[in-house]
């Protein structure tokens, strides 16, 4: 069983949205821990999409933002992303994934993730 699960992916026409979860049953997502969002599109790396920080700081790939929002809510250990005006470009699979150290993210840290949620965008 993955440490962190993905929902909310399909299928939508350029221009929809969507609300991708990340939940865990074994680890909080909420304040005090870094959570991010990543992608990986066919024959290409994966990439950073969002991140939302220890103290709620949040930070977006330039391709996403203005278009995507990452959102936090304790009461209920989730983190969405929510997408909207989606473009081709951002079909992929997207992982959440959350730093494993309390309030600590530097660059390259150790995570767990989840397995993946497809998004496909059509023209």
């Known amino acids: 069983e993955a440490d962190l699960e993905e929902s909310g992916g399909g299928s939508v026409q350029a221009g929809g949205s969507l609300r991708l979860s990340c939940a865990s049953r074994f680890f909080s997502l909420g304040t005090n821990y870094c959570v991010n969002w990543f992608r990986q599109a066919p024959g290409k790396e994966r990439e950073a999409v969002a991140r939302?920080?220890?103290?709620?700081?949040?930070t977006y790939a330039d391709s996403v933002k203005g278009r995507f929002t990452i959102v936090r809510e304790n009461h209920v250990n989730i983190v969405y992303l929510e997408m909207h005006s989606l473009q081709v470009e951002d079909t992929g699979m997207y992982y959440c994934?959350?730093?494993?150290?309390?309030?600590?993210?530097?660059?390259?840290?150790?995570?767990?993730w989840g397995q993946g949620t497809q998004v496909t965008v059509s023209s």
């Open positions: 994934a959350r730093v494993k150290s309390f309030r600590y993210c530097p660059s390259g840290a150790d995570m767990y």
């Open positions: 939302i920080g220890a103290d709620g700081d949040v």
